[in-house]
């Protein structure tokens, strides 16, 4: 069975650094893309990256691209998102997805996580 | 790269039909046939109802469709039943290779 468990809820302040993670199990996890996705609260959903964690090949969006690190390590199935230093506007609830593969479509997300709540808060 | 702009909310009682909207640009849904929308349960993890405008996942209920015209999706659900009440967000591929996603549309079944 196919799962991504990811790490649990974090409360941080301001300023300080943070590296949530997602790990895959039931698949090949470096052959499939897996990306970030931020729901702030009460909004809907920010495609914030994707990593191939075969070759840790990333992609940013525009408004997350410096703002946070996507990484992975392939040999614990396991990807990252991270920060280096928290604000307020960080808050919210963030997902890791697998993209699809295979033989049909690769361009969406067939397996989710169950997200992981960052609240950052003075 | 903007946001898909969904309806906030939408409503309808058991059995009727009822279709959402998601509208883009040239630049996402108006150049792909790469949207696909999801159904979430808050608290739950998001789960992938339609893929590719209108292809479905396996297991996915066939009362459950999708369309594009130009710049808009539409997601339609038949035979609605207290269980879909959720949350319904669309996203598509863009011409710069990222996704973006809506804001979501919130469905209260009567």
């Known amino acids: 069975e196919v799962q991504l468990v990811q790490s649990g809820a974090e409360v941080k302040k301001p300023g300080e650094s943070l590296k949530i993670s997602c790990k895959g199990s039931?698949?090949?996890?470096?052959?499939?893309?897996v990306g970030w996705v931020r729901q702030m609260p009460g909004k809907g959903l920010e495609w914030m990256g994707i990593?191939?964690?075969?070759?840790?090949?990333?992609t940013y969006s525009p408004a997350f691209q410096g703002q946070v690190t996507i990484s992975a390590d392939k040999s614990i199935s396991t990807a990252y998102l991270q920060w280096s230093s928290l604000t307020a506007s960080d808050t919210g609830i963030y997902y890791c997805a697998r993209r699809s593969a295979g033989s049909g479509s690769p361009f969406y997300f067939d397996y989710w996580g169950q997200g992981t709540l960052v609240t950052v808060s003075s | 790269q903007s946001a898909l702009t969904q309806p906030a909310s939408v409503s309808g009682s058991p059995g009727q039909s009822i279709t959402f909207s998601c509208t883009g640009t040239s630049s996402d849904i108006g150049y792909y046939n790469y949207v696909s929308w999801y159904q979430h349960h808050p608290g739950k993890a998001p789960k992938v109802i339609i893929y590719d405008v209108s292809d479905r996942p396996s297991g996915v209920s066939s009362r459950f469709s999708g369309s594009k015209s130009g710049n808009t999706a539409s997601l339609t659900i038949s035979g609605l039943q207290p269980e879909d009440e959720a949350d319904y967000f669309c996203s598509s591929l863009t011409t710069t290779n990222t996704w973006v996603f809506g804001g979501g549309t919130k469905l209260t079944v009567l």
């Open positions: 039931g698949y090949g996890f470096s052959i499939y893309w």
């Open positions: 990593i191939y964690p075969g070759d840790s090949d990333t």
